[in-house]
């Protein structure tokens, strides 16, 4: 598996690389957007981690351009921040999934193997499935059998990062971060309000998933 990383910030590159390479992919790295295009462009890689904010071209205009080249790569968005617009840009553009800094290496790890293996699913469909749930991106609807709901802005973000992450637990900090942002002064307890709520709607659809408690620690999904 070769990993292509377009990322100008040089340490987080190569702390990426590292990363890549002691789980067993060759990583190459580029530090702008224009090195980054021509390399993506030789269609050798199997996955691309895309910086948003990068010199000479960002990456938008990078997945931009490789898409219109009909390059079909798996491409995994790095975004800064959590705002809604660069997510939506990003899925505009072409981008099969983003992760906002700062991410876990197990969460890099776990993207990366859901595009290489299950690519078909997430490319041809914007869903995500886990036991018995699917959630739909364009859509917000979360559902299970014939039951099907929709979902607020920040029940879809937590419930989509708890599917894409499935077993593996999240922290609180975490999602405090990636949902509410750094800016935010949300604390702790907003998650449990909305982590309630979707356990709730869990229970409406009559499915067999659980958003497991660990203690002094974080969530995850759990199927029977
Ligand atoms: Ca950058």
């Known amino acids: 598996?070769?990993?292509?990383?377009?990322?100008d910030e040089k340490r987080l590159a190569s702390t990426l690389q590292d990363l890549l390479e002691l789980n067993g992919y060759t990583a190459d790295v580029c530090h702008d957007g224009e090195a980054g295009l021509d390399n993506a462009l030789s269609a050798i890689y199997d996955v691309i981690l895309l910086d948003v904010m990068l010199?000479?071209?960002?990456?938008?205009?990078?997945?931009?351009?490789?898409?219109?080249?009909g390059n079909a790569t798996p491409v995994l968005m790095l975004t800064a921040r959590s705002e809604v617009t660069?997510?939506?840009?990003?899925?505009?553009?072409?981008?099969?999934?983003?992760?906002?800094?700062?991410f876990e290496p197990r969460e890099l790890l776990a993207c990366i193997r859901a595009l290489t293996r299950r690519q078909p699913e997430l490319r041809n469909t914007d869903a995500l499935e886990y036991g018995d749930l699917r959630l739909e991106k364009s859509s917000f609807t979360l559902s299970c059998g014939d039951r099907s709901l929709r979902l607020s802005r920040k029940e879809?973000?937590?419930?989509?990062l708890l599917m894409l992450n499935r077993e593996l637990v999240i922290t609180k900090e975490n999602l405090?971060?990636?949902?509410?942002?750094?800016?935010?002064d949300a604390e702790d307890?907003?998650?449990e309000v909305y982590i309630s709520f979707l356990r709730k709607k869990l229970e409406h659809l009559h499915s067999g998933v659980?958003?497991?408690?660990i203690r002094m620690v974080g969530y995850c999904l759990e199927k029977p």
Do not use: H, Q
Not at 176 to 184: N, R, T
Not at 210 to 213: H, L, V, Y
């Open 1 to 7: 598996m070769r990993v292509l990383i377009i990322e």
């Open 176 to 184: 405090l971060l990636k949902i509410w942002g750094y800016e935010s």
């Open 189 to 191: 307890n907003n998650v």
């Open 156 to 160: 879809f973000d937590i419930m989509e």
């Open 86 to 102: 660069d997510r939506v840009e990003g899925l505009d553009c072409g981008a099969d999934y983003y992760l906002t800094k700062p």
């Open 210 to 213: 659980k958003i497991k408690t």
């Open 55 to 69: 010199p000479k071209l960002d990456g938008f205009s990078v997945l931009r351009r490789l898409r219109a080249a």
